[in-house]
């Protein structure tokens, strides 16, 4: 399947800031809505943030919403995740993921079948 990659993580103390990177190649960008997920040790994978291949819906589960922001950056095909006010909740190992012609409000992993390879988040206090 088509690859996914993504950079960005890392450790930081609650209350700081991330962003996440993930590339994705043209023809899936173009056509896609992309989302992000995270997996804390031990747990399912669970859904965060999405935006539509139209790029004008966006949907956050409420454990992020007001922290976290998805955006596209259309000459790069690359999607970020803005993540601010990081909780300790928050660590887990992030995945992007794409849907082809997503409305932007899945929010099953079984759902997107192009995934980036996951980083790790750490948010210590």
């Known amino acids: 399947q088509v690859q996914l990659v993504q950079s960005g993580g890392g450790s930081v103390q609650a209350g700081g800031s991330l962003r996440l990177s993930c590339a994705v190649p043209?023809?899936?960008?173009?056509?896609?809505?992309l989302a992000w997920f995270r997996q804390a040790p031990g747990k399912r994978r669970e859904f965060a943030a999405t935006?539509?291949?139209?790029?004008?819906?966006?949907y956050y589960t409420s454990s992020v919403k007001g922290r976290f922001s998805i955006s596209r950056d259309n000459a790069k095909n690359t999607v970020y995740l803005i993540m601010n006010s990081l909780k300790p909740e928050d660590t887990a190992v992030y995945y992007c993921?794409?849907?082809?012609?997503?409305?932007?409000?899945?929010?099953?992993?079984?759902?997107?079948?192009?995934w980036g390879q996951g980083t790790q988040v750490t948010v210590s206090s």
């Open positions: 993921a794409a849907l082809q012609y997503g409305t932007g409000t899945a929010v099953l992993p079984a759902e997107y079948n192009y």
């Open positions: 043209g023809d899936i960008f173009r056509t896609s809505a």
């Open positions: 935006m539509s291949w139209s790029g004008d819906k966006f």
